[in-house]
């Protein structure tokens, strides 16, 4: 009998397979958030900076993402989120 040589732990609750091709998306501002029809739409952007044609510095926002789902999609990652916001909270003093 051949030995199952497959280390990964279970399966994940919702299976998520990985495409090569999936954008990573950064984000630091969320201009605008809206319903339309059900729909949730929220729209993402990104600060950049760069050289003015005088040469100055300039900076300003760039649309990376335009986030569209149901209700329940929403809610997922609004869960996920702060989920993940608890673990960036630094441990309280005295905690490992």
Do not use: C
């Not at 279970?10 to 397979?17: C, L, N, R």
């Amino acid at each position: 009998m051949a030995e199952n040589s497959d280390t990964r732990p279970g399966e994940a609750a919702t299976p998520v397979y990985d495409t090569p091709h999936a954008p990573f998306i950064l984000w630091d501002h969320v201009p605008r958030a809206g319903v339309v029809y059900g729909t949730i739409n929220i729209t993402l952007a990104a600060h950049r900076d760069y050289d003015g044609p005088d040469g100055s510095a300039r900076s300003d926002f760039v649309v990376t993402a335009y986030l569209r789902g149901s209700v329940q999609a929403v809610r997922n990652l609004r869960k996920a989120l702060d989920d993940v916001l608890l673990l960036a909270e630094p441990a309280p003093d005295g905690v490992n």
